[in-house]
């Protein structure tokens, strides 16, 4: 890798390489160095009851990815808190596993509902509370003004987690400029965003990835001290995020099991494409996938909201155990899920390594989103060595006297959180999340704009809506209905929303009517 260093604050990064080195992800813009993993067992805990409160017999296990000394994104989680610490008295945990603060599952008869509970507590514990929600909204609001004051042709979308609740604390923001010319993915235009962010005030420690796949700014926004990527000119992320929100929608459990498989990555350095790990994208298609393929659940046998803990162990089984990386692909492509056998994919031969996680990307058949995640065998090996050490857990308190299980967790044998003591308080459903209502209203445009209007008065506003505005990409025909086709969210499988999520659903869709319009902070 060659690193330029232009200024000092702006790093740009990857100056000299060849657009076509395959050793880029296109979501990262980093060339991937395999990753040294820790291999220090599994945390302890101080416990000296005869049921240890954080042990397993396995710990020892050296093929197992324990969870490492220090995540990059438990530093971005403390720089996050460390604003608001300065304001007040920071409360920094001293304990892996903070969601179990009182609440004890000891009683439960069946271990596995017990597991069941824990997930659901871990859940709510790393949801987001109205400070955080209204942190990310203003931030959003920030940049984008900036980029409208920058460039008045363009405009700055919101899609990745944060456009489909699934962040962690830590997590970062995903952006996208789209602009009426189209023009603004040159290394220039990058160095010219970052500069003009920059001298706002709303960005630091700022990476320029130009030639990248997928070039990007990276930088910090420094009042939030959140994470952001801004890549340029393309819908694809966009479409994704409807298409994931429409998920979740119809997949119970999706979310709670791809927060859980997040964490675990990320306390173990195995979530960054960059260094060969998972990326979001790709653990919410694997889990989606897992789930609408678990015969039980096909079956109609199970409800997954009840059964999280059995769930999570069997996802750890298939994809550590037995998961035939070196043949079989995943396709989620119309919301339905298979198994594809690697030798029908056209598109993915050659391939470089037979053992390789392949996902077909639900919209585009032609793009494996886990292409990055070289490091798949240790990724493998923490999913294996998290199914035997829940296992093992389960039986371990299974046999244990009932005073014996009091105050232990079995989460907390291979998840751990660390960083400011949170609250429980999962306020998603009081405040609106604006990068969720800012691409509803996206895809709202699109829609009329791809399906015609019913109308003549609809037909106007279009053409007027068409004039202001700057989401108008004009597609040839063919593609957009590529797009409209593969872009399908219900396979028929479709399980029945969650009262909470049908709540916020219902909530925004009244808000959508009252504002057409895009979120703009300045106008509120
Ligand atoms: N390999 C890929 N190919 C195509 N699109 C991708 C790829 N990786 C990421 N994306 C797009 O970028 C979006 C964000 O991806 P990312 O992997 O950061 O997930 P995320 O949900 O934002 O998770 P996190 O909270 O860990 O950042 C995805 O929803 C998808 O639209
Ligand atoms: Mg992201």
Known sequence: MSTTEKNKDIVIINDNVSEENDDYDDYDGHIGNPLTISDSSAESNNGDNKVPKLRSDIDTNNDFIAFSDSSEDEKENDDINEKESKDEDANILNMDFPWTINRDHSKQKEIADWLTLEIRD??????????????????????????????????????????????????????????????????????????????????????????????????????????????????????????????????????????????????????????????????????????????????????????????????????????????????VMNGKATYLPKSNWKELHPIKSTFQLAIQDPGDATNNISRGSFNIRDIKKAFAGAFDLLTNRCFELHRAKLKDRQGCSILGNVIKYRGKARDFRDERGLVENKAIIENENYHKRRSRIIHGSDNEEEEEEEESDKEDDPYNIEEPPMKKLKRSSSIKEDDGNAKKKPRKERNRRQKEDQDDEEEEDDYNPLKR
């Not at 931030?139 to 899609?159: E, S």
């Not at 429409?246 to 960054?272: C, H, M, P, Y």
């Open 122 to 331: 871990f859940v709510s514990y790393i949801s987001p509370n109205r400070k955080e929600i209204e942190l990310r909204n203003q931030t959003i609001g920030k940049l984008r003004d900036a980029v409208q004051h920058h460039w008045p042709d363009a405009n700055l979308h919101v899609f990745g987690s944060y456009a489909t609740d699934l962040y962690l604390p830590g997590s970062d923001i995903d952006c996208v400029v789209n602009s009426k010319a189209g023009d603004k993915q040159s290394r220039n235009c990058l160095y010219s965003l970052a500069s003009h962010l920059k001298k706002e005030g709303l960005a630091e420690d700022i990476e320029i990835i130009a030639k990248a796949r997928v070039p990007i700014i990276k930088f910090v926004e420094p009042l939030s001290k959140i994470h952001v990527d801004v890549s340029f000119e393309r819908t694809n992320g966009l479409e994704a995020a409807k298409l994931i929100r429409g998920w979740l929608d119809s997949t119970n459990g999706l979310r709670e099991l791809v927060l859980i498989v997040k964490q675990f990555l990320q306390a173990r350095r195995l979530n960054k494409v960059h260094t060969g790990g998972l990326g979001g994208f790709s653990i919410i298609c694997l889990v989606y996938s897992f789930l609408h393929l678990h015969p039980r659940i096909l079956a109609n046998e199970i409800n997954p909201i009840e059964n999280l803990g059995v769930l999570l162990i069997d996802f750890f089984e298939l994809y550590g155990k037995n998961f035939g990386y070196d043949h079989v692909a995943l396709s």
